[in-house]
């Protein structure tokens, strides 16, 4: 048994080593000098340039305007990562709370129907969503960064099989105890749906955090850039015999890291709570 | 506390299945009144109709002198006790007994007095702040009933609330809900498949088959006169034992023994007659007697079941222990612990006025026809 053990240890070894070695390179790469990066390649050392590096990139008002900093960009991105995560989950749940506990006519085919918009992802309506949101004049606006991408089938299917595994009969205990839809909604689902919440709150919050085509179109204005753009905005300088900002690029990449991974790290327990098991 | 009337109640589903079939039943001020049937025989559809969880198809209920048909659930001043419980599994106990009394806008004060006392009435103090998956089957049951007490109802409805407690639990359990019933004086209405829980519980029993009532009673009369054959095999355990007989000059033949009646026959022709197991006793010398091959014996310990046939008719016969068991027996039944139903209807037969209950027991005489 202990050899077994070993054997195991071996193969998570493997995988945690090619996981983080390319963040780790990322990091090291990111201390050094551009001019060092560009001559020499990506570096495992410490080049000591850490703090100057990280410094600039989130106070040095950059772009064509210059009046976007790394750290309004970092904001941009939580922005857009925390609205998209919390209107989902308001969203879906309420969705998936009028389709399991109301009856009303056609309710099993507007599930379906918001089903298969799991078929129709962002990529493929981007056009005409981008004219809905051109009409209503909402481009370069957080409103329109965010509220197209808010329906999920995903999250309304998540926790339509939730709300479908509660015993019916706490939904009686509660309608006898003088609970309204309402107050049965905010004072049993909602405290019941806590690990489910979380779950869906970190896959929506990185999927949102990493949005790239999305904002490009809808924001021409650079005060709505996220880090995502940004880091893309570094690398475009390469023009005539300028040295693109490598260092610079890279710790903008290891700063739009940091927060999807503190959030799975923090919300690790009841994600994986929220996944296998239903706390009842 | 209040009188309830359940009157010619009908419960139609879709497709016009009739779950319940115009039931009645008036339900006096502080009584006991169990449901007992099969499974499928529309005894939680009649509770959850009287709850206000199903509509009422047909009918009408009341509580006291209120028609609740319409009535929200939470209007109707009931309280139910679910089979699993449904406890608010994110609250702990003390908010679990409070939530009803929080949303009908009960002082503080007041909630935390009804629910200490509920506490103190059913020995869960310790547990206030302990959430329901901290708790024991058995607690979790007394926290469900506890949530029922603390709104002081006018009824109590239990949906079979014993059927997910182990067996030594429920004996336990179910003396409980009796005495605090009996202290608390409140009406209520009792849903169960077992009919031992019938027959210790309730003041009156209604047993339930296919969505009809076949009989309400006081349990001992449901025991001694079962209504119909339905009745007769599902209260009473081992279950009351169903031959085919028929009557003839006054009297009665299994087979080819000859039981005479005394001329008290409720009916001529075939009959089904009834025998309770314990009825049946082993013939002493030079009684007449009634060959019974044995099959089986099951050892309860206080008593024993013996299965065999008489006539080629399957019957348990009840005995004490100490009864030596040899080969086959010779049993014999006293006549007035005879029951007579209708081979068509399997509606009970009475046997005229002259055989009251308070006939004397007259021993049996067998003759074996040849």
Request: net charge neutral.
């Amino acid at each position: 048994m202990y050899r077994t053990k070993i054997f195991d240890h071996i193969i998570l070894l493997l995988g945690v080593f090619i996981m983080v070695a390319p963040v780790v390179v990322a990091f090291m790469t990111s201390t050094h000098e551009a001019a060092d990066i560009h001559r020499n390649g990506l570096s495992l050392t410490w080049g000591g340039h850490f703090v100057e590096t990280y410094q600039t990139v989130l106070t040095r008002e950059g772009g064509f305007t210059g009046k976007i900093t790394g750290f309004n960009m970092m904001l941009n991105s939580m922005i857009l990562g925390l609205g998209f995560a919390v209107g989902k989950i308001v969203l879906s749940m309420l969705a998936a709370y009028a389709l399991v506990y109301f009856r009303f006519p056609l309710a099993t085919f507007f599930f379906w129907v918001i089903f298969t918009t799991l078929l129709l992802p962002l990529e493929v309506r981007i056009l005409p969503s981008y004219e809905v949101m051109n009409t209503l004049k909402l481009t370069n606006t957080y409103t329109g960064l965010i509220v197209p991408l808010l329906a999920s089938a995903t999250g309304t299917f998540y926790f339509r099989q939730f709300f479908k595994s509660v015993p019916d009969e706490l939904l009686e205990a509660a309608r006898i105890d003088g609970a309204g839809p309402f107050k049965f909604f905010i004072d049993v689902l909602v405290p019941l749906s806590r690990t489910m919440m979380a779950a869906i709150f970190i896959i929506m919050f990185v999927y949102g955090w990493n949005q790239y085509l999305w904002p490009t179109l809808m924001t021409t204005d650079e005060g709505f850039f996220t880090l995502v753009r940004g880091i893309k905005q570094i690398l475009l300088v390469w023009v005539g015999s300028n040295i693109p900002d490598y260092n610079e690029a890279f710790a903008l990449a290891i700063l739009a890291m940091l927060p999807p991974v503190m959030i799975v790290v923090i919300f690790q327990r009841w994600f994986i709570k929220g996944l296998t098991e239903s706390d009842k | 506390m209040a009188a309830t009337t359940i009157a010619e109640v009908s419960k139609i589903y879709h497709g016009n299945v009739e779950a319940v079939k115009s039931v009645s039943i008036d339900i006096e001020d502080g009584e006991f009144i169990v449901l007992v049937g099969p499974s499928g025989c529309g005894k939680s559809t009649l509770l959850r109709m009287v709850a206000g969880l199903e509509t009422i198809s047909k009918g009408t209920v009341t509580i006291g002198s209120r028609v609740i048909n319409e009535v929200d659930p939470a209007e109707r001043d009931i309280a139910m006790v679910f089979q699993n419980y449904a406890l608010y599994p994110h609250m702990t106990v003390y908010e679990n007994l409070a939530y009803g009394l929080k949303n009908r806008k009960t002082p503080k004060a007041e909630i935390d007095a009804r629910v200490a006392e509920a506490a103190r009435m059913l020995e869960i103090e310790p547990y206030l702040q302990r959430k329901p998956r901290a708790l024991s089957g058995g607690q979790r049951q007394r926290v469900a009933m506890g949530r029922a007490i603390v709104r002081k109802p006018a009824a109590f409805l239990f949906d079979e609330p014993l059927s997910n407690l182990d067996a030594k639990l429920r004996v336990s359990m179910r003396g409980e809900i009796k005495r605090l019933q009996k202290r608390l004086g409140t009406t209520s209405l009792y849903v169960t498949h077992d009919q031992l829980e019938a027959m210790t519980l309730a003041d009156r029993l209604v047993v339930l088959n296919g969505g009809r009532i076949e009989q309400i009673g006081r349990p001992l009369d449901v025991y001694h006169r079962p209504a119909s054959t339905f009745v007769a095999s599902f209260i009473g355990s081992p279950a009351m034992n169903l031959v085919k007989g028929e009557i003839e000059g006054g009297n009665l033949q299994i087979g080819l023994y000859r039981i005479e009646l005394g001329g008290r026959a409720p009916v001529k022709g075939p009959v089904t007659v009834g025998l309770r197991a314990e009825d049946l006793k082993l013939a002493g010398v030079g009684e007449d007697a009634m060959l019974f091959q044995v099959d089986y014996v099951e050892e309860l310990g206080a008593q024993r079941l013996v299965h065999g046939t008489i006539e080629g008719q399957a019957l348990t016969i009840a005995l004490s222990p100490e009864t030596p068991l040899s080969g086959d027996l010779a049993v014999t039944i006293a006549v007035d612990r005879l029951h007579f139903f209708s081979t068509e209807t399997g509606k009970r037969l009475e046997r005229g006025t002259s055989f009251g209950n308070d006939a004397p027991v007259e021993a049996l005489r067998l003759e074996t026809a040849s």
